[in-house]
């Protein structure tokens, strides 16, 4: 049984570009969460997606936008890079109300040059 | 708004001495709490969670924690630690089954030979 799958597993952007990362959910799971993980710091919630549809949203501006396909799997997006956009991008799986621990995937760092 | 304080940034300890690496977290309702471990370059794990029930948590590798809600706890310990368990923990709190996690920026236990 996989379990959360992300790609890529690294990438490096120049400042003002765009860029996608994907995520795919464990097996069984419908709701899609992503984190930020910046240097030395624990992991920020950035939106949670059930249904294809944005249900909760963190404190981070519109540059950052998502996607669920009817699949599950997610994709976040995120425009006009700026140097600090460089993190580890978490994403993590869940079944929606239930007492299922989230499965997070390996994430994928993000260079912003 | 909820948040979560870990105490110590970094925690060294000898190998096979017993650890406890503390948490402290601030909410106005009842909480489910976690702790989950990030080994380098790799996605979160969850070592153990508390939703209900027993305030004693005990979860993989041997780690237990305790959920104080008085003094709104929920420090993690081991009793002899291994060079395997160096690695980053994070303490993670949500209010409900379908809310965000909250998370600490984390603890780096280091265990010395």
């Known amino acids: 049984d996989a379990g959360v799958t992300q790609s890529p597993t690294h990438l490096i952007k120049t400042r003002g570009q765009q860029v996608t990362l994907r995520c795919s959910p464990k097996s069984g799971h419908d709701t899609v969460s992503w984190y930020q993980q910046a240097l030395g710091q624990g992991p920020q919630f950035i939106f949670q997606?059930?249904?294809?549809?944005?249900?909760q949203r963190g404190n981070f501006p519109d540059r950052f936008s998502g996607h669920q396909f009817p699949n599950y799997s997610s994709e976040l997006n995120v425009n006009a890079l700026l140097l600090g956009d460089s993190a580890l991008y978490l994403c993590?799986?869940?079944?929606?109300?239930?007492?299922?621990?989230?499965?997070f995937g390996q994430g994928t760092r993000l260079t912003v040059v | 708004a909820q948040s979560v304080t870990q105490l110590d940034s970094q925690v060294p300890v000898f190998e096979e001495a017993p650890v406890e690496l503390r948490c402290n977290y601030s909410?106005?309702?009842?909480?489910?709490l976690f702790w989950y471990v990030q080994y380098p370059n790799q996605g979160l794990q969850l070592l153990l969670k508390?939703?209900?029930?027993?305030?004693l948590v005990k979860g993989i590798n041997g780690f237990e924690a305790e959920f104080n809600k008085s003094q709104t706890s929920f420090h993690l310990r081991k009793p002899s630690v291994h060079i395997s368990d160096t690695a980053e923990y994070f303490c993670a709190v949500k209010e409900s089954r379908n809310t965000p996690l909250v998370f600490g920026k984390g603890t780096r236990l280091s265990v010395i030979a």
């Open positions: 508390y939703l209900s029930g027993s305030t």
């Open positions: 997606y059930y249904e294809e549809e944005e249900r």
């Open positions: 909410s106005s309702v009842s909480v489910y």
């Open positions: 993590a799986s869940t079944l929606l109300g239930r007492d299922t621990e989230a499965f």
